[in-house]
């Protein structure tokens, strides 16, 4: 083949820009859920735990009688972030490194006849400020008309929380994370 020709070839899927980073327009797919023999016993529900604490999330709400596990919203790793486990494919890690990404997951665990069903869902959304995010210009800029306030104790917080807009299911993280916790139950 002409080295021209495989040089068109190799940078045709950066033809699409970010247009090729947007999620598909189909329905979410659903994970099946995975049954592990065994009983729900404090150990399961521990290493289960520990299991979402291997792909760093935080655990933000435990509910033992309905048997879900709700985590804490999860930054999106980058190119730079091989450490963390939430970006599963190179096309999640690009677009996590060029937008904000999050990822909140749930956990269900229900016992069965047949052992614990493991189901999991794991929600991904994208930042959306709601216009030019613009910072102060910083703290050392004192206005010249005030006398300097020594007030050690102030908070700053962004003056409007942005938006985030949801992209559905992240099934390729649910499915990688179901495996990881069945393996874990399993020890």
């Keep these: 083949m002409h080295p021209h020709i495989l040089t068109l070839l190799a940078l ?12 598909p327009a189909t329905a979410p797919m659903s994970t099946a859920a995975a049954v592990v023999p065994g009983s729900l016993t404090e ?19 435990e509910n033992r009688l309905a048997g879900t596990i709700q985590t804490g ?20 890690r690009i677009e996590s490194s060029l937008q904000p990404i ?13 052992g614990v069903q493991v189901t999991v869902e794991v929600i991904k ?30 908070v700053l917080d962004e003056s409007a929380p942005p938006g985030w807009i949801t992209l559905g299911r992240d099934s390729t993280l649910e499915r990688v994370l179901q495996s990881a916790i069945v393996a874990h139950i399993r020890r």
Aim: aromatic share 8%; proline share 10%.
């Design 73 to 92: 919203y999860l930054t999106g790793a980058g190119l730079l972030e091989p450490w963390h486990y939430d970006s599963v494919t190179l096309g999640d």
């Design 102 to 114: 999050r990822r909140r997951a749930l956990v269900t665990l229900t016992p069965t006849e047949s």
């Design 43 to 61: 150990t399961t529900w521990e290493r289960t735990v520990d299991a979402l604490h291997a792909f760093h999330f935080s655990i933000e709400k």
């Design 12 to 23: 045709a899927p950066l033809v699409g820009g970010c247009a090729a980073l947007m999620p």
């Design 125 to 154: 959304q994208r930042e959306s400020p709601r216009g030019p995010t613009r910072h102060a210009p910083g703290v050392a800029t004192y206005p010249g008309n005030r006398p300097v306030q020594r007030d050690l104790n102030v």
